[in-house]
């Protein structure tokens, strides 16, 4: 699962330093991961006059432009997995994994440490020295320790899928799904191994499912792959080897709380078309202690990438810290009926890899009448990894999946996702596969529109409808500079060699406001920056405080032409400055005909609410 706490995480530093969304941060980490596997050397200048191959010149000029950053970047630099021996022999002494844990280590230690920190993502060597059955604090809020339940709950199968997870933490999921679910609604367990390379799992964890089963038959099932499906399909892989009707399935990187199984199953019980998720605390991925979490409901953003948010209005009213917190999606682990999982179509096993899915399925189980909730008295601590085995470039992967959802299940509102993946709607040249049959299982399912279900389940998401152009903005007399929304510890917009991510993302709106950066997600929020006139300046402003101060704001802007504020009738153009990092400066001045380009105008393909 992708989904960070904001203030809690690396990936946040990312934030808080850059004004990047975690999404680009994510990017970002991914990308400086790829390049440091492909060419394990520090960054360098370019030599003059050599010829670089255009995606290392590319990365080199990200680098720079990331370079405000230096200290995240370097703490990624250290945790990126290394080739060879020689390179785990680097110096280690600032990676992450060592602010909080293991000052006391001899080097040698703290060299074996760091390697299996690089390869797993989380400590596994603490992992593999810490109790397989350790208790965990109880965080449960007020009231669930006084709830009682029926004696005829349903029975669960509980599925770990993993890919190159440490033994030691599939082992403390494994005891915490025994010790602290009764054993009579404990059906069986499963582990789904999507062909992991890691040499442990092989032979130690079937010497240890072979004395496990020798006092349990059957009892701990394996279903491996043998080739890596990605977690979607994972998760499919452990449903089919299910037996008992209900199913849980999770990561293998977890440890479940006291009493998370009871309010669970009853409420499943009570309507099978519910699906229902644990609250979440987190285990630390370098020292393994337990942080707890608020109580939160699990949504999404444009891009489809996962978010905590606050629990709805109507819930904080109830004053029960005990009751189900209606949630419009989910973040990746959940309970589902075995059969009502059929019934509305798994999950879409044509995603790849990693992402998405979680958004599909809670998107679709409330379009097709069933409903998706948090269950506060139901707790899990999950790993929040500092980075995924999975793949190199996550994103693209989750870029394609949140395209597959958009076109079956979004409607009219399909636009918002391209517009946050800052790409065309129409011939956008990915290849999103067969979508054939998930159309027709929404027909089947008769299923409700995406904009019943964002007036009806997620009312704080945004929504923008007046977009008219997009994309990244280029000037004519300088093509490979863009629009930038500059360092976030300023309001100062900056022209920044062209790379397209979120900093340089711009939306241009049919009432001639141009906001510029993230387009955020939900009412919880900041508001978007717009452009804004100030005494001649350029200058970033929230887009309602500027309109309501009366600020100069609105500019004319056609495809191909000038920037012109509308009120000040000044242009925003380029100056040379050789001060500059690009020899150039953003200026409002009198108009000298320099043009503007944006990657996508779509003046007549608007929809209107
Ligand atoms: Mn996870």
């Not at 367990?189 to 010497?207: F, H, M, R, W, Y």
């Not at 399925?361 to 999975?390: D, F, N, T």
Request: contains cysteine; glycine residues 4%; proline residues 5%.
């Amino acid at each position: 699962m992708v989904c960070t706490r904001k203030t809690k995480t690396l990936v946040s530093t990312c934030v808080i330093l850059s004004g990047m969304t975690n999404i680009i941060c994510l990017l970002y980490v991914g990308w400086v991961t790829n390049y440091m596997a492909n060419v394990y050397v520090r960054v360098q200048e370019p030599v003059p006059g050599t010829k670089l191959e255009e995606d290392k010149g590319e990365t080199i000029r990200i680098i720079e432009r990331l370079d405000r950053l230096e200290s995240v970047i370097n703490q990624h630099i250290q945790e990126a997995p290394q080739k060879s021996e020689e390179d785990a022999a680097e110096p280690f002494t600032d990676s992450s994994l060592f602010a909080h844990w293991g000052q006391d280590l001899s080097p040698e230690n703290r060299r074996a440490a760091l390697k299996q920190f690089q390869y797993y993502g989380y400590n596994a060597y603490l992992s593999d020295r810490l109790p397989i059955d350790r208790p965990l604090p109880d965080l449960r809020p007020v009231g669930c320790k006084n709830l009682t339940y029926p004696d005829d709950l349903p029975q669960v199968s509980i599925v770990f899928i993993f890919v190159n997870e440490a033994f030691s933490v599939i082992q403390r999921s494994i005891y915490s799904a025994i010790n602290r679910t009764p054993a009579n609604l404990l059906k069986e367990i499963i582990l789904v191994d999507d062909n992991s390379n890691n040499e442990e799992l092989k032979e130690k964890l079937a010497q240890y499912l072979d004395d496990f089963n020798k006092r349990k038959p059957g009892f701990i099932k394996v279903v491996r792959h043998n080739k890596q499906e990605g977690l979607i399909r994972s998760r499919v892989s452990g449903w089919r080897a299910a037996t008992a009707p209900i199913v849980a399935l999770f990561d293998a990187h977890i440890e479940f709380n006291v009493g998370w199984a009871e309010p669970v199953l009853l409420r499943i019980k009570e309507d099978r078309r519910r699906i229902i998720s644990p609250s979440f605390d987190n285990i630390k991925y370098d020292n393994f202690e337990i942080e707890e979490y608020p109580l939160s409901a699990q949504g999404y953003d444009w891009q489809l990438w996962c978010r905590y948010l606050n629990p709805p209005k109507s819930w904080w009213k109830l004053e029960n810290r005990t009751a189900p917190i209606r949630t419009p999606a989910l973040i990746g682990c959940f309970i589902v009926d075995r059969l009502y999982f059929e019934e509305i179509g798994l999950l879409d096993e044509g995603m790849d890899v990693y992402g998405g899915e979680n958004v599909e399925l809670g998107v679709r189980v409330w379009q097709c009448g069933g409903s998706v909730e948090v269950m506060p008295c139901s707790r899990i601590a999950h790993i929040e990894r500092a980075h995924k085995p999975y793949t190199e470039d996550l994103a693209l992967h989750v870029r394609r999946n949140a395209l597959r959802m958009a076109e079956v299940w979004m409607d009219e509102f399909k636009s918002h996702v391209y517009m946050a993946w800052n790409i065309p709607q129409e011939d956008s040249g990915i290849d999103i596969g067969d979508i054939s049959s998930r159309k027709a299982l929404r027909k089947k399912l008769q299923c409700k529109t995406f904009r019943w279900y964002l007036v009806t389940v997620y009312p704080e998401m945004r929504t923008y409808t007046d977009i008219i152009a997009y994309g990244v903005l280029q000037n004519s007399i300088k093509t490979e500079l863009c629009l930038d929304q500059g360092p976030d510890t300023d309001n100062i917009p900056i022209v920044y060699i062209c790379h397209g991510m979120t900093p340089q993302s711009v939306y241009y709106t049919s009432n001639q406001q141009l906001h510029v950066g993230n387009l955020n997600p939900t009412l919880d929020d900041d508001d978007n920056r717009c452009l804004v006139d100030v005494n001649s300046r350029p200058r970033l402003i929230e887009c309602n405080y500027a309109k309501a101060k009366r600020m100069k704001l609105y500019w004319d802007f056609n495809q191909g032409g000038p920037i012109q504020n509308k009120k000040s009738k000044r242009c925003l153009e380029l100056l040379e400055n050789s001060d500059n990092e690009f020899g150039y400066q953003l200026v409002l001045q009198n108009c000298s005909g320099q043009r503007w380009t944006v990657t996508n105008y779509h003046k007549n393909v608007i929809i209107t609410t």
